[in-house]
T-cell receptor, first 113, second 114 residues
Framework: SAVISQKPSRDICQRGTSLTIQCQVD?????MFWYRQQPGQSLTLIAT?????????ESGFVIDKFPISRPNLTFSTLTVSNMSPEDSSIYLC??????????FGPGTRLLVL | AQTVTQSQPEMSVQEAETVTLSCTYD???????LFWYKQPPSRQMILVIR??????QNATENRFSVNFQKAAKSFSLKISDSQLGDAAMYFC???????????FGTGTRLQVFP
């Protein structure tokens, strides 16, 4: 299984600012993903982070709001841009290796005031 | 489009007893994977158990087992000998073979009482 870490673990931000979340995997994974989990709700896929190319975004999510980078097989960043209180959520990174199972990071709890 | 439904927002069980969490899904595919994930309060989401649709035998991991009914598109999780540490949100998830996307249900919050 992959061990996934995220930084920061939590943050409180002012509206209109941006926050970049980092995700590090301890072993090479083929796929990396970013999810949003709003309070008390399920996980919604934001995008698939592609190494060396633009991320693939799900319906309702755009690159200008959630730019994603993946410079190598074990690292990715998600930026939440021009934040509003509606962006308050947990943001989770996950990785999929050669197997079937996705493994998740601990999440970044974001509160926007 | 595939969907995953968890009809029990909350469940409770007494310690040492058995509880079953329900999950149904909708798909036209014949080959896919099903998962149960556990998310304890303020803690990391972890995999509980996985089932490949082509396998007729129900998956088992220690106290956790599934009842996979492919024709009925049902995938319930049974937790035996419940422990206080089992208290968490449980998410059922579906993934089609040859894709990487997980589709999650809305979750079931399990409380365990001593």
């Amino acid at each position: 299984s992959a061990v996934i870490s995220q930084k920061p673990s939590r943050d409180i931000c002012q509206r209109g600012t941006s926050l970049t979340i980092q995700c590090q995997v301890d072993s090479q994974v083929t796929m990396m993903f970013w999810y949003r989990q709003q309070p008390g709700q399920s996980l919604t896929l934001i995008a698939t982070a592609n190494q060396g190319s633009e991320a693939t975004y799900e319906s309702g999510f755009v690159i200008d709001k959630f730019p994603i980078s993946r410079p190598n097989l074990t690292f990715s960043t998600l930026t939440v841009s021009n934040m509003s209180p509606e962006d308050s959520s947990i943001y989770l990174c996950s990785g999929l290796g050669q197997g079937v199972t996705q493994y998740f990071g601990p999440g970044t709890r974001l509160l926007v005031l | 489009a595939q969907t995953v439904t968890q009809s029990q927002p909350e469940m409770s069980v007494q310690e040492a007893e058995t509880v079953t969490l329900s999950c149904t899904y909708d798909t036209s595919e014949s080959d896919y994977y099903l998962f149960w994930y556990k998310q304890p309060p303020s803690r990391q989401m972890i995999l509980v158990i996985r089932q490949e649709a082509y396998k007729q035998q129900n998956a088992t991991e220690n106290r956790f087992s599934v009842n996979f009914q492919k024709a009925a598109k049902s995938f319930s999780l049974k937790i035996s000998d419940s422990q206080l540490g089992d208290a968490a949100m449980y998410f059922c998830a579906y993934r089609r073979v040859n894709t990487d996307k997980l589709i999650f249900g809305t979750g079931t919050r399990l409380q365990v009482f001593p």
